[in-house]
């Protein structure tokens, strides 16, 4: 009897502890726009649309040249639509026309939660809608252009969703249980075994799916004929250089992998900005036209 109560306690707080620490990091702060487009020369609109689950979001529609393609910018986990302006402003510079917005839970988006990549589908799809609507954004392919878990929301919803003709993405994850697992560590110190059990546990009581859904390299065969650009840090100890390769090989062409050596966890653009951004314009310049 003693010996069942020690196992129900050291697997209750166990559980606890898991689901405490994973919740938390699922309610972020809502950082304000620290940027605005105007301060990187920028002429912008600010709109709001529904996701495609009816959530109110919030993007900037900036224009660029009318025969030029429509780019579309995701955002990582915890940060908004303002951090990807300087990039956003090189892509401009190059004609480029832009829509960036915030996913749910985040600057000036409705929501309280992140489920790193799940639901944040439906945002992007919401964009997608949005921008089909628009009388002044001619009806073809859209590229998508994503980092960290935007980077996964754009391999997850264009394998899917054909009016996105190109997608470069810099440090996806491969599957979302196996970043999990190694964020455990990385952020708590914790073991993937037991706690990472917990943890998917959790997501799925929360989420209504299990994380292995959320997986990049699962999709990326469905991208195909379509074209796909892995950037990715040769240092990155968030979203290991292995995840991309993993991505890659399970991708069909046309593919190529960028590996920046000497980078960390999306520090490709600031090692070398004009190099970063002619490669990124290349690419949907060649296959979006």
Known sequence: ?????????????????SAVLFLRNTVLPKLPLPSEPAQFGLEAETVRFPSSDGLELEGWKIPGNPARPWLILCHGVGSNRSDLLDIAAGLHRRGFNLFLFDFRGHGGSEGR???????????????????GRQTDVPERPYGVYGISMGAVVAILVAARDERL???????????????????????????RVPFLWFVTTTYRLRFGVWPSRVSPRSAAPALSPRPLLLIQGAEDA????????????????PKELWMIRGAGHLEGYS?????????LSRFFELHLR
Not at 10 to 15: D, P
Not at 114 to 131: C, K, M, Y
Not at 175 to 190: A, P, Q, T, V
Not at 240 to 246: D, K, L, Q, S, V
């Open 165 to 191: 003709g190109a997608v470069a993405v810099d440090s996806p994850y491969a599957d979302l249980d196996d970043s999990l697992g190694r964020h455990l560590g990385l952020l708590y110190r914790l073991p």
């Open 238 to 253: 968030r979203m290991p250089r292995h995840g991309a390769e993993e991505i890659l090989k399970a991708s069909g062409e």
């Open 271 to 279: 090692l070398d900005p004009a190099g970063y951004l002619d490669r």
């Open 113 to 131: 939660t992140t489920s790193f990549g799940w639901r944040e589908q439906r945002d992007l799809e919401g964009a997608l809608s949005f921008l």
């Open 1 to 17: 009897m003693i010996l069942l109560e020690v196992v129900f306690l050291v697997t209750f707080w166990t559980w606890a502890v």
